[in-house]
């Protein structure tokens, strides 16, 4: 298989990772054969924003590094189950904010009918295509080099981007004009910008009026020829034009009125009477003075040599020049009527195309496309005070303008304005901006989806900061994603409650991971306590397993606080398990069993009953330091209240005030710290570790799963340093 693309059917996702942005080290598999969706809850500062941004390069085909340590050698494999290497397009990273983002061509395409786009382009290419053979044969026949439809756009409509336009504006005129009497006129020779600018100048404006009002005087006076119908140079054309169709050939005549009339039967004898008309009005003496003038005007100037040799061939043509626009679209329409039938052809194609064109826009206009749907379900799942519309919808379905433009309405109460996207995002709030920004998102995903293009989201922390009405919706479309068989995801987050809500929603148990980290690199573990940890593992093992024990300890308290009060004793006894008082050293594990019994209505008992809770807290803790690396959560819950122990012991014993420290019924730490810096403020280095303590364990630990995630969060690395620097106070203290 090519290392080009991801397999057809990826299963397996292969993560070998080393110095990627702070991640030292990460080595995973995701099996999606069976589920598509994992959900990795990690602390802050453990690896969720590095992974998202070595994903991040992976989709745009850049190189990953360490920022803080640029010099490690970093080393990024991800791949399929065939070792295969995901293409950039197969990566979509979805971060937890950008204003930046926005819909883009592909998304556009949400809005395509397929089927009235084809259409629409192939009456684009019929029409291309008659055009394409017009200008060619134009070309031909003007000899010019400009660009043509620019041209006769110009010459007909003062704009030069309405060919067509032009085109339709003279069919009448040509169904009407029997001959084109400047077909064979060099285009580029007269009406170049040089030639124009000459022509418009004074001096020669006089001299082609004198001219022509001469020239019309002997027009008047001759035999044959007349002022606008019949000059010399009309008939020599019509003169070539029998001959090189065979006119005189085919024994046909031309009858020429005047005062006798005159039938003519061969080219010869047409040419021979033009050329005699015309020596008879050429060589007026007047009209050979007033030709001199423009002549002498031309060749002062070089760049005009080559108009003044024409014009002195086609001489006839300066009648012409005093209104060059007018002359202009005679000279076009000669040419269009020497081309008469690739003219009809394209100008029938267009017309048909255009009626045709009138009727599929109607039709997409009524269309309901899958961005209205988007839109449509965007509205009823977020709450934001702006609605979307799109400005040019039609032309995007056709395929038109490539890109969508979007338009905004923002709601007030009764009123609605409407407002440029800048505007919009000055008075949004930080969580309607989001919102905007998740529309964004999944424009981006429903293109994905309409293309059937495989794909791993990386999806970091996108919830964070909503409100619970838009978190909800978020989590209800991150579920949308996870029905599509081509869409894999792996959601991280650092917010506890959003990883226990998508587990319940959607996420299988056994993809829930945990990430911890240690000085070695990034471990991703099986998640544990995300479902109601005490009932479904700590208190099956209350009376078996002393971490889960002591663990339960909060649990129980919190339990009696919200069904007794805190006045119970049940709730005063624990109290002394998880803050320093005169009773902590002698509750024992009978008596603790005592006050479980009496919540749950068991009778288990503990195997070693007499013994002192104090002591198995201590124990306890003193094997958490040896513990692995793990998540271990009952291990950080133990080593929460172990620390707290010690560190309010150490200042009651400091202090040595039995009737203060028993008065204490509340924030009873903060409170011994206060006292202790009162009367120990020398002892800097004492102090920043018991703040260290009131930093880094909750002061309650509560079944809120709020007050819960702090210590959830916590690295087990630095409770155990923590728990070994108190235990350095405590033994400093003895």
């Known amino acids: 298989m090519s290392k080009k693309g991801m397999s057809d059917e990826m299963d397996k996702l292969n993560i070998d990772l080393k110095n990627c942005y702070g991640i030292k080290t990460l080595k995973r598999q995701f099996d999606f054969s069976e589920h598509t969706v994992f959900a990795i809850y990690a602390p802050n500062a453990s690896m969720k924003s590095s992974l998202a941004q070595t994903f991040k390069d992976v989709a745009a085909g850049a190189q990953s590094n360490d920022r803080i340590f640029p010099d490690r050698v970093c080393q990024r494999k991800i791949t399929d189950e065939n070792e295969v290497d995901l293409p950039m397009e197969s990566v979509f990273v979805v971060r937890p904010y950008d204003e930046e983002v926005g819909h883009t061509e592909k998304t556009s395409t949400l809005l395509v009918n397929s089927t009235l786009r084809k259409e629409y382009?192939?009456?684009?290419?019929?029409?291309?295509?008659?055009?394409?053979?017009?200008l060619k044969a134009l070309k031909k026949q003007s000899g010019s080099k400009k660009d043509l439809e620019k041209e006769i756009s110009s010459a007909f409509t003062r704009s030069d981007d309405q060919f067509y336009v032009a085109l339709t504006r003279v069919k009448d005129e040509l169904a009407s004009q029997h001959d084109a009497p400047y077909a064979d006129i060099k285009y580029d020779t007269i009406f170049n910008d040089k030639v124009l600018t000459f022509l418009g100048t004074k001096d020669v404006k006089t001299a082609i009026e004198s001219y022509i009002k001469r020239y019309n005087e002997l027009l008047a006076?001759?035999?044959?020829?007349?002022?606008?119908?019949?000059?010399y140079y009309n008939a020599s054309t019509i003169a070539k034009s029998l001959a090189d169709n065979g006119f005189f050939n085919a024994k046909h005549t031309v009858s020429l009125n005047a005062e006798t009339k005159l039938e003519i039967?061969?080219?010869?004898?047409?040419?021979?009477?033009?050329?005699?008309?015309?020596?008879?009005?050429?060589?007026?003496?007047?009209?050979?003075?007033?030709?001199?003038?423009?002549?002498?005007?031309?060749?002062?100037?070089?760049?005009?040599?080559?108009?003044g040799a024409y014009v002195a061939?086609?001489?006839?043509?300066?009648?012409?020049?005093?209104?060059?626009?007018?002359?202009?679209?005679?000279?076009?329409?000669?040419?269009f009527k020497a081309q008469n039938q690739l003219y009809t052809d394209l100008i029938t194609d267009y017309q048909a195309a255009e009626e045709r064109k009138r009727q599929i826009e109607k039709e997409a206009r009524q269309e309901r496309t899958q961005w209205?749907?988007?839109?449509?379900?965007?509205?009823?799942?977020?709450?934001?005070?702006?609605?979307?519309?799109?400005?040019?919808?039609?032309?995007?379905?056709?395929?038109?303008?490539?890109?969508?433009?979007?338009?905004?309405?923002?709601?007030?109460?009764?009123?609605?304005?409407?407002?440029?996207?800048?505007?919009?995002?000055?008075?949004?709030?930080?969580?309607?901006?989001?919102?905007?920004?998740?529309?964004?998102?999944?424009?981006?995903?429903?293109?994905?989806?309409k293309t059937r293009q495989e794909t791993v989201f990386v999806v970091d922390d996108i919830a964070d900061s909503f409100d619970y009405q838009n978190k909800y919706a978020i989590i209800q479309y991150l579920q949308d994603i996870a029905e599509e068989p081509y869409f894999k995801q792996i959601i991280l987050t650092h917010n506890f409650d959003f990883f226990r809500t998508i587990s319940s929603r959607f996420v299988r148990y056994s993809h829930c991971l945990m990430a911890s980290k240690s000085s070695t690199g990034i471990a991703l573990e099986q998640a544990a306590g995300i479902k109601n940890v005490f009932v479904n593992d700590w208190k099956p093992?209350?009376?078996?397993?002393?971490?889960?024990?002591?663990?339960?300890?909060?649990?129980?308290?919190?339990?009696i606080e919200y069904t007794k009060g805190d006045d119970d004793p049940g709730f005063i006894r624990l109290s002394c398990l998880l803050h320093w008082k005169p009773d902590s050293v002698v509750i024992t594990q009978t008596e603790l069993d005592s006050i479980y019994n009496t919540v749950f209505g068991t009778t288990g008992a503990s195997a070693d009953g007499s013994s002192l809770v104090i002591d198995v807290i201590r124990r306890e803790a003193s094997e958490c330091l040896s513990a692995g690396d793990g998540f271990n959560f009952e291990n950080k819950i133990v080593l929460s209240i172990a620390i707290r122990l010690a560190a309010e012991q150490f200042m009651a014993n400091r202090i040595n005030d039995a009737k203060f420290v028993s008065a204490i019924n509340s924030n009873q730490t903060p409170t011994l710290l206060k006292q202790f810096k009162d009367m120990f403020s020398s002892e800097i280095g004492n102090i920043k570790t018991i703040e260290r303590v009131i930093l880094m364990t909750p002061e309650n630990i509560h079944l809120n799963s709020f007050m819960y995630e702090p210590i959830v969060d916590m690295s087990a690395e630095h409770l155990k340093k923590l728990y070994q620097e108190v235990l350095a106070l405590q033994g400093g203290s003895e």
Do not use: C
């Not at 382009?121 to 017009?134: G, N, P, R, V």
């Not at 093992?541 to 909060?554: N, Q, Y």
């Open 121 to 134: 382009e192939q009456l684009h290419t019929k029409i291309d295509k008659s055009t394409e053979a017009f």
């Open 221 to 231: 006076g001759s035999t044959y020829f007349k002022k606008g119908t019949f000059n």
């Open 265 to 307: 039967t061969s080219q010869k004898q047409l040419e021979e009477l033009i050329a005699k008309e015309k020596e008879g009005i050429s060589k007026d003496k007047e009209l050979r003075k007033k030709f001199a003038d423009i002549d002498k005007l031309i060749y002062k100037n070089v760049d005009l040599r080559s108009f």
């Open 313 to 335: 061939d086609q001489e006839g043509l300066l009648s012409k020049l005093a209104n060059i626009d007018a002359f202009k679209e005679e000279v076009w329409k000669s040419y």
């Open 372 to 449: 209205e749907s988007v839109i449509e379900m965007f509205n009823d799942r977020f709450v934001v005070p702006f609605k979307l519309t799109p400005k040019n919808r039609v032309s995007v379905i056709l395929g038109q303008e490539p890109m969508l433009s979007l338009g905004f309405t923002f709601e007030d109460g009764d009123g609605k304005t409407l407002v440029e996207r800048a505007a919009l995002m000055q008075v949004l709030s930080t969580g309607e901006k989001k919102a905007f920004y998740v529309l964004n998102i999944i424009f981006e995903v429903e293109a994905r989806k």
């Open 541 to 559: 093992s209350f009376f078996t397993d002393p971490k889960k024990r002591i663990a339960s300890i909060p649990f129980i308290r919190n339990i």
